[in-house]
C-alpha cells in the first residue's frame, strides 16, 4: 500500500482496520493460532489501551478488525502492539521466525450508523464469503468475536463482552446502540464486498 496520509478521524468514530500475512504463512484460522490471539487480545484489553479492539475476525491470510481509538496516534501504536503481538502468536503456534504482516494497515473510519452496520455484518460475517468454508448455519464464525456480539437477529442472549472475554466493550455510540437503528444482523447473512463498511 503505498504511504500516503492516514484517513483522518476523531476519538468518537470506530474504524475498520485490516491487516493482511505475507504469503507462507499458515492459516490464521488454525484453533491453536485463534486461542493465542484471543490471549494477547484479553491483555490489551486488560491494560485499558487507548486502542481497543472491540470485533475481530481471522480469515486464512487477513484479519479484520473493528475498534475504537482515542486518536491517530493511539490507533497507530495500538496496531503496532497488535501486530507485534499476532507475530510472536504466529511464531510459537506454527514454529517459525520471520516477518508475518506483508502491508501497513488499511484503515476506513466509520462515520454514520449504517456504515457501522455494514462493518460489523462484514467483519463477523466474512467467513462466509469463501466457497471452501462451510455453507452458513446461522451459528458464529469460531475464529471471528460473533460469540459474544450481542446483535444477532433471533439468537438469545450471549456472553458480555468485556467481562470474561478478550473483547473490549464499546465506548461510542454508533459502536454500542446506533448502528441499529437499521436492525439487527441475521447470522446466515452472506456479505458481498458491495457490502464492505464504505457504503453509507
Not at 495500538?78 to 510472536?88: P, Y
Not at 448455519?137 to 458480555?160: C, I, Q
Request: proline share 7%; charged share 30%; hydrophobic share 30%.
Amino acid at each position: 500500500m503505498p504511504h500516503r496520509a492516514r484517513e483522518p478521524f476523531a476519538g468518537r468514530f470506530p474504524c475498520h482496520v485490516t491487516l493482511k500475512v505475507r504469503r507462507g504463512v499458515p492459516s490464521l484460522r488454525s484453533g491453536k493460532l485463534v486461542r493465542e490471539f484471543e490471549r494477547s487480545l484479553t491483555s490489551l484489553r486488560q491494560q485499558r489501551s487507548e486502542c481497543r479492539v472491540v470485533h475481530y475476525s481471522l480469515q486464512k491470510d487477513h484479519l479484520h478488525l473493528i475498534v475504537e481509538a482515542s486518536d491517530r496516534e493511539a490507533l497507530g501504536r495500538g496496531m503496532k502492539t497488535l501486530g507485534t503481538r499476532l507475530a510472536r502468536a504466529v511464531h510459537r503456534v506454527f514454529g517459525r521466525s520471520g516477518g508475518v504482516l506483508s502491508d501497513r494497515y488499511h484503515l476506513h473510519v466509520l462515520r454514520t450508523p449504517r456504515e457501522v452496520r455494514n462493518a460489523l455484518r462484514y467483519v463477523l460475517l466474512n467467513a462466509h464469503k469463501h466457497p471452501r468454508r462451510p455453507s452458513p448455519d446461522g451459528r458464529p464464525d469460531p475464529a471471528s468475536s460473533g460469540r459474544w456480539f450481542e446483535g444477532w437477529r433471533g439468537r438469545g442472549r450471549v456472553p458480555e463482552a468485556g467481562l470474561d472475554t478478550p473483547m473490549a466493550v464499546a465506548r461510542s455510540w454508533l459502536l454500542r446502540s446506533g448502528w441499529r437503528r437499521h436492525g439487527l444482523i441475521d447470522p446466515s447473512d452472506v456479505p458481498s464486498d458491495g457490502s464492505r463498511s464504505n457504503q453509507a
